[in-house]
Every structure is written in C-alpha cells, then in structure tokens.
Antibody, heavy 120, light 107 residues
Framework: QVQLKETGPDLVQLTQTLSITCTVSGFSLSTYNVHWVRQPPGKGLEWMGAMWNGGGTDYNSAFKSRLSISRDTSKSQVFLKLNSLQTDDTAKYFC??????????????WGQGVMVTVSS | DIQMTQSPSSLPASLGERVTIICRASQGISYNLNWYQQKPDGTIKPLIYYTSNLQSGVPSSFSGSRSGTDYSLTISSLEPEDFAMYYCQQDASFPYTFGAGTKLELK
C-alpha cells in the first residue's frame, strides 16, 4: 500500500540547516509527484514546494532561496533542505503524494509528519 | 497569491446535525478546490477534490459544491469520528494555499 514517512531531527539550532527525508513505498517517484507542506504548532497548513515526477521542482516564493527539494528515485526518497532557520520555522513538516487528472490535482496520501523545533 | 478565507473558524455541533463549512477564494480558481480532514493525532486525509468529487473510502455524508467564489463542504449527519479540523486548499495556481481551518467540535 501507499506510504510516506518523514524522518528528520527533532531539534535544530537557529541559523542552521534543516534536512528531512521522505521515504515512500507503494508507488514510484517517476510516476507521482511529492510535495512538502508544513504546519506551525496550533496553526494552519503552508505549501512549501514540489518535486515533480519528471524531476523538476517548484517552490513557494515565501521561502525565497532558503528551500531546496531533491530526490533519489532508486531509494524512493525525496529530500527537503531549509537553511538559515529561524524560530518561526518550528513546525511539523509533511510530505504528501500529489495526484490528479487533466485539470485537477490534490494530495491523496500524506505522511505522519515530523515535528521540528528551532532552538536558540 | 490566492487567499482562501475559510469560515467559521470554530463550529460547535451535535451528533446527527448537518453542517456546512465555506471557503471563499480571493480570485477565480475554476473548481480547483480540495478539502482535507485533520484528526487530533495529526493525520491528514483528503475528503473532496475538484470541488465535488468524493475521495475513495470517504462516507457519502460528505459533499462539496460551489456557488460563485464560495466553495462549501457539507456533512449531512455528523458521526463521532467527524469531529476534527477541516481545511480547504486551492491548486489553481502557485503557490498552493490553504484556508485557515475549521475546528468542528462537539457541542
């Protein structure tokens, strides 16, 4: 069955770089897109960026040049790197599979998320 | 960016009640509106995609519709497992954006 699982640190220091891995199973990264979404404690969801099945990426401009998404299809892994961390980057980070048809798309499977705290 | 204004932010309701949550887009999104449910343990699942299409496995008590720039999620008869957070999301243009969420709670 389709599964996504995020792994990463619980705690990261201010100004450092956050690295999270999303390991997927039950589908191929060459067929489906995987996106990243985050959720600060007690707040709503924020779309961060996308890894498309063809290998391209798109990013939310809110993260300017701090965000990088990559993948290793042979290992079924998608990677998120967010640098210059600030305290407001404290959040639960989710990866989600993105699917759809000709003119519609949505997130049909989500990981459980990984909670990351940025500490000074 | 397209702003999604979701209301209400909190919705007290009773078992068996019919409830509706609304999302209004700041510009046209051409039916590209999805709904998600987030349980207290944090797990997120899709409910409705492309305004009115029911995700496989989701009870038929859930439905979605559009009226102008307003998109609605309706639950026809609340069950205990329906009390959760609900979010709308537009995928008409980047960046994808979500509504602020509606907490459906037991009255």
């Amino acid at each position: 069955q389709v599964q996504l699982k995020e792994t990463g640190p619980d705690l990261v220091q201010l100004t450092q770089t956050l690295s999270i891995t999303c390991t997927v199973s039950g589908f191929s990264l060459s067929t489906y897109n995987v996106h990243w979404v985050r959720q600060p404690p007690g707040k709503g969801l924020e779309w961060m960026g996308a890894m498309w099945n063809g290998g391209g990426t798109d990013y939310n401009s809110a993260f300017k040049s701090r965000l990088s998404i990559s993948r290793d299809t042979s290992k079924s892994q998608v990677f998120l790197k967010l640098n210059s961390l600030q305290t407001d980057d404290t959040a639960k980070y989710f990866c989600a599979r993105h699917t759809g048809g000709y003119n519609y798309h949505y997130f049909d499977y989500w990981g459980q998320g990984v909670m990351v705290t940025v500490s000074s | 960016d397209i702003q999604m204004t979701q209301s209400p932010s909190s919705l007290p309701a009773s078992l068996g009640e019919r409830v509706t949550i609304i999302c209004r887009a700041s510009q046209g999104i051409s039916y590209n509106l999805n709904w998600y449910q987030q349980k207290p343990d944090g797990t997120i699942k899709p409910l409705i995609y492309y305004t009115s299409n029911l995700q496989s496995g989701v009870p038929s008590s859930f439905s979605g519709s559009r009226s102008g720039t307003d998109y609605s999620l309706t639950i026809s008869s609340l069950e205990p497992e329906d009390f959760a957070m609900y979010y709308c999301q537009q995928d008409a243009s980047f960046p994808y954006t979500f509504g602020a969420g509606t907490k459906l709670e037991l009255k």
